[in-house]
């Protein structure tokens, strides 16, 4: 029976982990859009401000609204740098969620925990992150299917006689999982202050 329960929960893992990789995909491709689709949302405030912005350049509509979602001392010209980018959308997003992080005196800077402060990434992080997410997915895949062959076929190596373990199989998959995890948050932290940082950049 508790061999049973180990399977299971090796099982469940392995779909935790599919479902990671699935998760993170659509967050980084379609989450900011489906929130921009609410229009009471700020997002969708934002959105839609900046769309009247780029298209008649009035800019007074605009700047009050951002005034109040980000407040009086926010750094206005990083909401403007991003309401004329395409897609401007992701740019407004970042913004949002990193606001309190963002320092602006005559530069940008990020201030992370504990005060630390340094400046925003000039390079993309993204793809080698997800290149690390769908490795964990397949190191799982891995145990996973390790699990099922070390039933009829156990590993006579000694080195490698952990792998007959499907306890200790069943704990590496869900270790793998929770570092998946804490690379998919810090994905989303870093491409947001990445973003942020090209909006203090010239555009090309």
């Known amino acids: 029976m508790l061999s049973v329960l180990m399977f299971l929960l090796i099982f469940v893992g392995v779909a935790i982990s599919v479902y990671q990789v699935y998760d993170i995909y659509y967050a980084q491709n379609f989450e900011d859009d489906e929130r921009q689709t609410h229009r009471d949302s700020p997002l969708g405030q934002l ?9 008649t350049g009035e800019s007074q509509s605009f700047l009050d609204l951002v005034s109040r979602l980000f407040g009086a001392r926010f750094d206005q010209g990083l909401v403007l740098s ?6 401007a959308s992701q740019y407004l997003a970042a913004l949002l969620r990193r606001q309190r992080q963002i320092v602006s005196n005559g530069r940008v800077r990020v201030r992370h925990p504990l005060s630390w402060k340094t400046n925003p990434p000039t390079s993309d992080s993204r793809p080698v992150l997800l290149s690390l997410v769908l490795i964990n997915c397949l190191v799982v895949m891995f145990f996973g299917g390790l699990s099922l062959y070390t ?15 499907e306890w200790v199989l069943m704990l590496l998959i869900y270790v793998v999982i929770a570092i ?7 994905d989303a932290y870093l491409h947001d202050l990445y973003l942020i940082g090209t909006l203090s950049r010239p555009t090309i």
Not at 82 to 87: L, Q
């Open 47 to 55: 959105s839609r401000q900046a769309e009247q912005y780029a298209a």
């Open 82 to 87: 991003a309401a004329s980018r395409p897609n």
């Open 151 to 165: 039933i009829a076929y156990q590993l006579s190596v000694e080195s490698l006689a952990w792998m007959n373990s």
């Open 180 to 186: 998946t995890h804490g690379i998919s948050r810090l």
